[in-house]
């Protein structure tokens, strides 16, 4: 079908259809966002019903859990990024597995791999695979970061079948079509995030017509990346519906369809 690159990301009336979308990733403790109890207002105004707020070491964690605390709309993951692989031991791990067992901690992220940070890759392997133990062990799904390493952690994923029972995502993925498949075929989630909305973006955008829908989580990685219109802007929650029209464009669809399907695909991963 014949996709039109060019027109406006985002219709005007969208506030006023009765959707229910989910952030499925953002970091609203980070500085760059000024004023969490508004930008948590403007999500929910904006029909982003719920997000979860992912951690990238043990502080941040544990401020995603309180945030979840304190919004009903927040949910928290609890995980430490590849830059901070080396803090990853036993009692780290242990302290993460604490802080999980609060009721709204819904997932395991952001973990994973990404080689521009100088930490040496096998550590960086070793901190994601006890990670995605942990997760296994507290019966939670992974969320995973892999950029410029998205074939190490597929790969990795392989050889550790038995771990992947509780499903996981590639977070803001924007790797090629053919791994895309392969992480199809374990039984895992691609999320889309603001990227998808670049005109710059093609081979992300080609890439995401062929993952079925099914497959397809939103996300904003917000306060980074703001999606179109909204690009250099200080990336929210509320700008989901952005990214979810654009991807309605890609996939020749309706946006009710993209909603129903993704907020479908969010809750059955991560149960809530
Ligand atoms: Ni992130």
Redesign the pocket.
Known sequence: PKRDWSSDVCSSDLKKEKFMFIDT???LYDKKIENIAEVVKRAEENNVKKMIV?G?DLSSSQEAVNLAKQYSSVFANVGIYPESALDVDEKLLNNLYDLAQYEKVVGIG?IGLDYNYEVDRKIQQNALLKQIELAFSLKKPFVL?GRDAYGDAVNLLKQNKNLLAYGGTF??YTGSRELAKEIIKLDLHISVGGVSTFSNAKNVQEMICYVPTENILLET?AP?LAPTPMRGKVNEPSFIPYIAQNLARLKCCEISEIEEKTTKNAEKLFKF
Request: glycine share 0%; proline share 0%; with cysteine.
């Open positions: 990733h953002c970091h992912a990238i952001e970061h977070h803001c990685d980074y």
